[in-house]
């Protein structure tokens, strides 16, 4: 009973987006820490996880949004302009992170947000 | 260790890596003109090579696709031979009168050091954000 | 989210069967069947048969529901547990499951105190 406290579609996926952005921080970390290294390849969150994660919100579905998992993978996207093999580009890597921080500030709102209002609720004061 | 800042083993090792390469080009450049080194010979030009280094992780899978840590694999010594200079009053000329002077050249050098300053101050910046993550994250919750 | 919609979850589908029925705030302090309250309100001839099914009495209600929040707290320290000893708990995940264990634990006691209340009110009635 308490789980469905804590099982609304939109709740989940703010969880399940933050998980992404801390993940994708790490795979930020691991290219700006690479942009030197010959053959390195960039990483990124797998865009399987965007596409489900999508898919999930549209059927409203608690358990498929709690199910999908975001990982790493190499972006297959990316090109290498560079002689060395390396895919990383140092500015595109630098906005990519500036982008990742204001939606992990835009995430831990939501998360947060809809536990004050739970606590609202439940205490009766503000 | 507690795992409160995301990708922080990455960035630590490359702050580590960047600074050891800022200090063998400034070596690189202290010995511009250096034609008698320790062994008696021209300073030979040292360059690092970054390696990738696959972070330990309990649930890596497959090569490439784990976070990976950057460390100088080696420091080696470049194999350009020193140039001859004509400079017959050089005490180290030798008997045409030529002087065997380090292959370095300053442009060179300063973009190497320019490239990773550069790579050092994205890392800085890498490392702020995650503390502002991990701040943000604490206080989920609170008013 | 409808906070409110989901504090109504509190007061179980067959509680609010026969809501404006007086006779249900009674039963909150006693434990009549809120099966056979239904069996009364519709007049239904058999009751003999809600009485060979199990029943989801308010009781059982508290029980599940002081249990749920004992298991948030337990999954709160386990992550907590999980992040300080290295695991591969991230701190989002423990921070998230202390503060869903804190409003769990705040319902419950809200809970009580609005229980506390009706019975002590149930008290004060002249008989």
Same mark, same amino acid.
């Given at each position: &009973?308490?789980?469905? #406290?804590?099982?609304?579609?939109?709740?989940?996926?703010?969880?399940?987006?933050?998980?992404?952005?801390?993940?994708?921080?790490?795979?930020?970390?691991?290219?700006?820490?690479?942009?030197?290294?010959?053959? *390195?390849?960039?990483?990124?969150?797998?865009? +399987?996880?965007?596409?489900? #994660?999508?898919?999930?919100?549209?059927?409203?579905?608690?358990?498929?949004?709690?199910?999908?998992?975001?990982?790493?993978?190499?972006?297959?996207? $990316?090109?290498?302009?560079?002689?060395?093999? @390396?895919?990383?580009?140092? /500015?595109?890597?630098?906005?990519?992170?500036?982008?990742?921080?204001?939606?992990?500030?835009?995430?831990?709102?939501?998360?947060?947000?809809?536990?004050?209002?739970?606590?609202?609720?439940?205490?009766?004061?503000? | 260790?507690?795992?409160?800042?995301?990708?922080?083993?990455?960035?630590?090792?490359?702050?580590?890596?960047?600074?050891?390469?800022?200090?063998?080009?400034?070596? @690189?450049?202290?010995?511009? =003109?250096?034609?008698?080194?320790?062994?008696?010979?021209?300073?030979?030009?040292?360059?690092?090579?970054? /390696?990738?280094?696959?972070?330990?992780?309990?649930?890596?899978?497959? #090569?490439? +696709?784990?976070?990976?840590?950057?460390?100088?694999?080696?420091? /080696?010594?470049?194999?350009?031979?020193?140039?001859?200079? *004509?400079?017959?009053?050089?005490?180290?000329? =030798?008997?045409?009168?030529?002087? $065997?002077?380090?292959?370095?050249?300053?442009?060179?050098?300063?973009?190497?050091?320019?490239?990773?300053?550069?790579?050092?101050?994205? =890392?800085?910046?890498?490392?702020?954000?995650?503390?502002?993550?991990?701040?943000?994250?604490?206080?989920?919750?609170?008013? | 989210?409808?906070?409110?919609?989901?504090?109504?979850?509190?007061?179980?589908?067959? &509680?609010?069967?026969?809501?404006?029925?007086?006779?249900?705030?009674?039963?909150?302090?006693?434990?009549?069947?809120?099966?056979? &309250?239904?069996?009364?309100?519709?007049?239904?001839?058999?009751?003999?048969?809600?009485?060979?099914?199990?029943?989801? +009495?308010?009781?059982?209600?508290?029980?599940?529901?002081? +249990?749920?929040?004992?298991?948030?707290?337990?999954?709160?320290?386990?992550?907590?547990?999980?992040?300080?000893?290295?695991?591969?708990?991230?701190?989002?995940?423990?921070?998230?499951?202390?503060?869903?264990?804190?409003?769990?634990?705040?319902?419950?006691?809200?809970?009580?105190?609005?229980?506390?209340?009706?019975?002590?009110?149930?008290?004060?009635?002249?008989?």
């Amino acid at each position: &009973m308490i789980d469905a #406290l804590f099982s609304q579609p939109n709740y989940l996926a703010a969880k399940k987006m933050l998980d992404c952005t801390v993940l994708r921080h790490e795979a930020i970390a691991s290219n700006l820490a690479n942009v030197e290294t010959p053959n *390195y390849k960039r990483l990124d969150v797998a865009p +399987s996880f965007e596409t489900q #994660l999508q898919q999930a919100i549209t059927t409203g579905d608690p358990q498929q949004i709690a199910s999908t998992q975001p990982e790493l993978a190499v972006d297959t996207q $990316a090109t290498s302009g560079r002689a060395d093999g @390396n895919t990383v580009l140092l /500015e595109t890597e630098m906005m990519k992170l500036n982008q990742n921080m204001v939606e992990h500030t835009l995430e831990t709102q939501l998360v947060s947000g809809a536990l004050q209002k739970l606590r609202t609720a439940i205490t009766g004061q503000i | 260790m507690i795992n409160i800042l995301p990708g922080i083993d990455s960035t630590s090792a490359a702050l580590n890596a960047e600074r050891i390469r800022m200090d063998v080009v400034s070596e @690189n450049i202290a010995n511009v =003109n250096t034609t008698r080194g320790l062994d008696g010979k021209p300073y030979q030009r040292e360059q690092v090579v970054f /390696e990738s280094v696959l972070q330990a992780q309990q649930n890596s899978d497959a #090569l490439g +696709s784990a976070p990976q840590t950057v460390q100088i694999a080696r420091i /080696e010594k470049d194999q350009r031979p020193p140039i001859m200079v *004509y400079n017959p009053s050089h005490p180290d000329a =030798n008997a045409q009168g030529m002087v $065997a002077m380090p292959d370095i050249s300053i442009p060179e050098e300063m973009v190497d050091m320019i490239a990773a300053s550069r790579a050092f101050e994205a =890392n800085l910046a890498v490392v702020k954000d995650a503390r502002a993550m991990a701040m943000e994250t604490l206080s989920i919750g609170k008013h | 989210m409808d906070a409110l919609s989901s504090l109504k979850l509190m007061t179980m589908p067959q &509680m609010t069967a026969g809501v404006n029925n007086p006779l249900q705030d009674a039963a909150v302090a006693q434990a009549i069947s809120p099966a056979e &309250m239904q069996s009364l309100e519709a007049g239904a001839s058999t009751p003999s048969a809600s009485s060979t099914q199990p029943v989801y +009495s308010f009781q059982n209600l508290l029980g599940d529901f002081v +249990s749920d929040v004992s298991n948030k707290q337990a999954a709160a320290g386990e992550a907590v547990n999980g992040l300080l000893s290295g695991k591969n708990v991230s701190l989002h995940q423990a921070v998230i499951s202390m503060e869903e264990a804190n409003v769990s634990f705040q319902m419950m006691v809200q809970v009580r105190n609005k229980l506390l209340d009706s019975y002590q009110e149930l008290m004060r009635m002249q008989v």
